[in-house]
């Protein structure tokens, strides 16, 4: 397993435990949307956790909503903004 797949894995848990949510994290989608129609149907409170968690748990700061709300997308734009901030973190 890669570590990208291996972050998406743990962000998903993330997902699910911070947000208690009633699914698997095997079932939420790379790519499918978190927020909106068609989504996990997550809203702003669910956001602001989910900001609080990426800063705990990878230090990953969202410093205005325009960048939360483009990182918050999906699964893989949460990864990749991950994986961004700990490259250039190094």
Same mark, same amino acid.
């Given at each position: 397993?890669?570590?990208?797949? $291996? @972050?998406? !894995?743990?962000?998903? %848990?993330?997902?699910?435990?911070?947000?208690? @949510?009633?699914?698997?994290?095997?079932?939420?989608?790379?790519?499918?949307? @978190?927020?909106?129609?068609g989504?996990?149907? @997550?809203?702003?409170?669910?956001?602001? %956790?989910? &900001? &609080? *968690?990426? $800063?705990?748990?990878?230090?990953l700061? =969202?410093?205005? *909503?325009? *960048?939360?709300?483009? !990182?918050? %997308? !999906?699964?893989?734009?949460?990864?990749?903004? &991950?994986? $961004?901030?700990?490259? =250039?973190?190094?």
């Amino acid at each position: 397993m890669n570590d990208s797949t $291996e @972050l998406k !894995t743990q962000i998903k %848990q993330m997902l699910v435990d911070n947000l208690m @949510l009633k699914i698997s994290a095997a079932e939420i989608g790379d790519d499918q949307p @978190l927020f909106g129609p068609g989504s996990l149907g @997550l809203d702003s409170v669910d956001a602001l %956790q989910m &900001v &609080v *968690a990426l $800063e705990k748990n990878y230090g990953l700061k =969202l410093s205005d *909503a325009e *960048a939360a709300r483009k !990182t918050m %997308q !999906t699964v893989n734009a949460i990864a990749a903004a &991950v994986q $961004e901030h700990q490259s =250039l973190a190094k």
